[in-house]
């Protein structure tokens, strides 16, 4: 009997000592929930700290920069209802009066140096003249290019058919690149004058991808002309470039050698000492510009018919 029973103090006192110890587990889970919201309170408290020297610093940039110091007029964002303090005046852009593009040279001059300046310029066209015109006899283009010397200045005409441009293009045909440099290198000698360039076609309508227009297709044997002038060294500033279409026609239009006539490159040196005064400077008023060119026309566009040339 007593064995019976000390065998079951045993099992009684192994199986309390299990009940106790399962009762203590808690313990664990606790502390490692514990040990986490300390880490988390520091991770907190951590990123709440403000460094107090840099916040500092940065107040004192920021007054700064909307003091004025920095930013003119900086001091009507830090007043109440944002009124400006800055006065300070703002010149208006001046404007540059525009430049007559022939004549008035000799505006301020007497009567004796302005017949002075006109006589050498006329000279000076004579010579140039001259050498053009030996120029296209030596190369056989005579009945091509012709000069001649008018009350606007010296004119240089160039017949573009077999010699500058193929039909319907705006490109220089290699044979006429000697031409031109030629041609500029005497106009970059000469210096003084303006070099004004106009491409003119004939009635024909053209109609490409390229050259909606005849007006285009002028303009661009222009530009072409022009850039062989900036290749022979003629100053950029002496050159214009334009293009008149049909509208100054020389000849009629109505035979295949009259429309050949009318396919051509002018070139103007416009006379510089004349009697023309030099115009006023531009007022503040409205002013109708002068569209009149001094080829005698005036460069406003005209509708061209757009249809295939043949």
Do not use: C
């Not at 024909?204 to 303009?219: D, G, Y």
């Amino acid at each position: 009997m007593a064995r019976h029973g000390g065998g079951g103090r045993r099992r009684g006192g192994h199986g309390g000592g299990d009940h106790d110890g399962g009762d203590e587990r808690w313990l664990l889970s606790y502390a490692d929930m514990m040990t986490l919201l300390v880490a988390l309170f520091m991770v907190l408290f951590s990123i709440s700290s403000v460094n107090k020297s840099k916040l500092e610093g940065l107040q004192k940039s920021l007054k700064d920069a909307f003091s004025g110091k920095v930013l003119p007029g900086g001091e009507a964002i830090m007043e109440a209802g944002g009124a400006p303090t800055d006065r300070r005046v703002i010149a208006p852009p001046q404007t540059t009066p525009p430049q007559p593009q022939m004549g008035g040279a000799t505006a301020g001059m007497s009567q004796a140096q302005r017949d002075a300046a006109q006589q050498a310029e006329a000279r000076d066209f004579s010579k140039l003249k001259a050498r053009l015109d030996a120029f296209a006899r030596q190369a056989g283009i005579a009945g091509q290019v012709s000069t001649r010397i008018t009350r606007d200045g010296l004119h240089i005409r160039i017949l573009t058919d077999k010699l500058l441009f193929d039909s319907g293009s705006a490109t220089p045909k290699d044979g006429s690149l000697p031409l031109l440099a030629k041609v500029g290198s005497m106009l970059a000698a000469e210096r003084t004058h303006a070099v004004m360039v106009e491409g003119h076609t004939d009635d024909v309508p053209i109609a490409s991808s390229q050259f909606p227009t005849n007006w285009e297709l002028s303009a661009a044997r222009a530009s072409a002309v022009v850039r062989a002038m900036l290749v022979a060294h003629v100053s950029p500033d002496r050159l214009t470039a334009s293009g008149r279409a049909d509208r100054d026609a020389m000849t009629s239009n109505a035979t295949a050698g009259g429309r050949a006539v009318n396919r051509r490159v002018e070139i103007l040196l416009p006379r510089e000492a004349t009697d023309v005064a030099a115009p006023r400077a531009a007022s503040t008023a409205s002013v109708v510009p002068d569209l009149t060119h001094p080829l005698g026309t005036r460069i406003v566009p005209h509708p061209a018919t757009e249809a295939p040339k043949p």
